[in-house]
């Protein structure tokens, strides 16, 4: 079951829709979810089509990490979800992730949460089964989203 309602966009978009979830567990957080967010929106099939503020949350899961830096973006494009699976991995290995500890430090982490292509692979699961779950992926999420409804809005009135 999808997350947001991504489907009537994509009526107006003709392209799939994605929601994804940046993270950084750095001191300077900010600056790399900005980074991950300016290589995403040079890419050539991507359009950013709104973002999310960056907000500091608490580790998850009671991890012993210092604090994160969150935020989420709206995207279309038409890439497959598993192309764009693939971009994005590749985004975060130009910012400096390094896949050493499950869970462990990351400078960024970009996480596919909902889409109006959904998938179910062993690598890959869309919706995010457990975004829901996590105040500091929906709360963003559901930012970007409502800055997308109000830009859209704003064009048609």
């Avoid at 994160?68 to 975060?92: D, H, K, M, P, V």
């Avoid at 499950?102 to 996480?111: K, M, Q």
Wanted: glycine residues 6%; charged residues 20%; positive net charge.
């Amino acid at each position: 079951m999808a997350l947001f309602k991504l489907d009537s966009y994509k009526r107006d978009l003709g392209h799939n829709l994605h929601v994804v979830a940046l993270g950084s567990s750095q001191p300077n957080g900010s600056k790399w979810i900005e980074r991950g967010t300016e290589l995403i929106s040079e890419h050539p099939q991507i359009m950013l089509l709104s973002q999310s503020a960056s907000y500091p949350s608490a580790p998850f899961g009671g991890e012993v990490f210092r604090c994160f830096t969150n935020a989420a973006i709206l995207i279309s494009t038409q890439l497959s979800t598993l192309q764009l699976f693939y971009a994005l991995q590749a985004i975060e290995g130009l910012c400096g992730r390094r896949r050493v500890l499950r869970n462990g430090h990351r400078t960024l982490d970009i996480d596919m949460i909902d889409s109006t292509q959904n998938i179910s692979l062993s690598r890959l699961t869309i919706p995010h089964p457990r975004a829901h779950e996590r105040h500091f992926v929906m709360w963003p999420a559901r930012e970007a989203l409502e800055v997308y409804q109000k830009a859209t809005l704003k064009s048609k009135g």
